[in-house]
């Protein structure tokens, strides 16, 4: 059988948090078109177990934030590095100011990319062989015979989520543990990138002397940070609208269903906002976010009204028709079926009139997001440009607290024949 075993490969991902999470500190860095943001938390083991779980103890205490830093990002360009040299040195002065603030310097570090283009795909494997009692060994067994054909030349899977079980033909059971199954499937969600965007962020992570822990789709690392727990659960969409990219991530019943990417985002508002009013980028991109500070005077054919309570340039002026076009492109990936509610995060997501605007255009409900997990921080790192990288501590702790841990681990047979692709894994993100 030829593809990639979907278990390994999970394992491999699930490993490096792992070994990540065994020191004394965990480092986070989201390597973002416009910011470079960095948290580091410090690690409560003992909060780490997946069986607390069941016990209603917040897992997420795990991690408490001990220092912070963020600084412009350069060399990034639609969410990739395109000049991994810039972008190092870029991460390298966020790293110094960490070391400043905290005398910390990380050897390794979890991150989160905007670009690489993610996919989503779903595979499911079915066992004909009927069984008494489904167990751990079971549904271990059937991981393990699941494989998905990914162009590893091209792609690389990043979010590997197990999803459901069909059980003699029904869809969509969470956990057939405890009964008769004559024939059982299991489905898994695969979240790839393209691979030459993991290489450049490796080269970029070497370059500032880190190693890399793992790598997280932006959007979906902020919908960890952001979506409350029965939004995770019932259904929701995180929409974060970066500098360059606007990331979509679904989730449904805990899991992360999709991540699509649309390469629009704020930085096209202020070009628009530039050429209406004939200034530069960074002027318009300065009245843009702080219209009072920047000192321009406003024409509200221009910018719609500026005054509290009037119409915002989202909602009426000229960056409307680009917000709309944002939000279009966005109702264009969203989950069909019953439309569940939208959270908006990212820089962009700050403009204000986004939330009425993305209610129009989405016709559901929409809220801002920020960061609503994280421990030890301060506020001024919580807010929806930092979803992202907040997100990457709940990543971590999910990934540690995996449900199926237990199945996964009852799967022990030739694992020197997947030797290989673990190493192969080591060595290519
Ligand atoms: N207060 C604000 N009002 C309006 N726009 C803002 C505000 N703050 C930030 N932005 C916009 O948010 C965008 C940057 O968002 P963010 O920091 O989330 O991007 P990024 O993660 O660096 O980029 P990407 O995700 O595209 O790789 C910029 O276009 C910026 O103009
Ligand atoms: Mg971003």
């Known amino acids: 059988m030829s593809g990639l075993p979907v278990l390994r490969a999970f394992e491999a991902i699930r490993g490096r948090v792992a070994t990540a999470l065994g020191g004394e500190r965990l480092a986070v860095i989201d390597l973002g078109s416009s910011r470079i943001s960095c948290l580091i938390a410090e690690i409560r083991h003992s909060l780490l177990d997946r069986t607390l779980l069941d016990r209603d103890v917040d897992i997420y205490a795990a991690l408490r934030v001990v220092a912070a830093s963020s600084a412009p990002s350069a060399g990034m360009k639609d969410g990739t590095i395109h000049d991994p040299k810039a972008t190092a040195e870029a991460l390298r002065t966020v790293l110094r100011d960490i070391h400043d603030q905290s005398g910390i310097t990380p050897d390794r570090a979890l991150f989160a990319l905007s670009g690489g283009s993610p996919r989503t795909l779903q595979t499911a494997s079915t066992s004909a062989i ?100 029965d939004e995770l659960d019932l259904g929701a969409t995180v929409v974060d609208i970066g500098a360059h990219v606007t990331g979509v991530a679904s989730f449904y019943r ?38 009072h500070a920047a000192g321009f005077s406003a024409d509200p054919s221009i910018l719609g009204g500026a005054g509290p309570g009037e119409p915002t340039m989202v909602l009426t002026g000229v960056i409307r028709p680009r917000v709309e076009e944002i939000f279009e492109l966005v109702r264009a990936v ?24 993305g209610t129009a255009v989405l016709d559901r ?22 979803a992202a990288v907040n997100g990457l501590l709940a990543h971590a702790i999910r990934l540690q607290c995996e449900p199926w841990a237990e199945a996964m681990s009852t799967v022990r047979d030739g694992e020197q024949a997947f030797g290989g692709l673990r190493q192969w894994l080591r060595e290519n993100w």
């Open 130 to 229: 009927p069984v008494r009692v489904v167990d751990d060994a079971t549904v271990g067994r059937i991981m393990a015979s699941c494989r998905q054909e990914i162009a590893l030349r091209i792609r690389r899977p990043l979010h590997i989520e197990p999803l459901d079980f069909t059980r003699n033909g029904v869809p969509e059971i969470a956990d057939p543990r405890g009964h008769g199954a004559r024939t059982l499937g299991m489905r898994f969600g695969i979240v790839t990138v393209e691979r030459q965007a993991l290489e450049r962020l490796g080269a970029v992570a070497s370059g500032a002397g880190l190693a890399v822990s793992g790598v997280a789709c932006a959007a979906a690392a902020s919908g960890f940070a952001a979506l409350t727990q």
């Open 254 to 291: 805990n899991r992360l269903r999709s991540v699509h990417s649309i390469s629009i985002g704020g930085a096209a508002m202020t070009r628009d906002l530039g050429e209406a009013m004939g200034i530069s980028f960074d002027d318009a991109e300065a009245m843009k976010v702080g219209p």
């Open 334 to 357: 969203l989950p069909t079926g019953e439309p569940r509610p939208v959270i908006l995060t990212g820089g962009g997501s700050r403009m204000q009139g986004m939330v009425q605007a």
């Open 365 to 386: 409900r929409v809220r801002l997001g920020r960061a609503i997990r994280t421990r030890g921080a301060s506020q001024s790192v919580l807010g929806p440009e930092f």
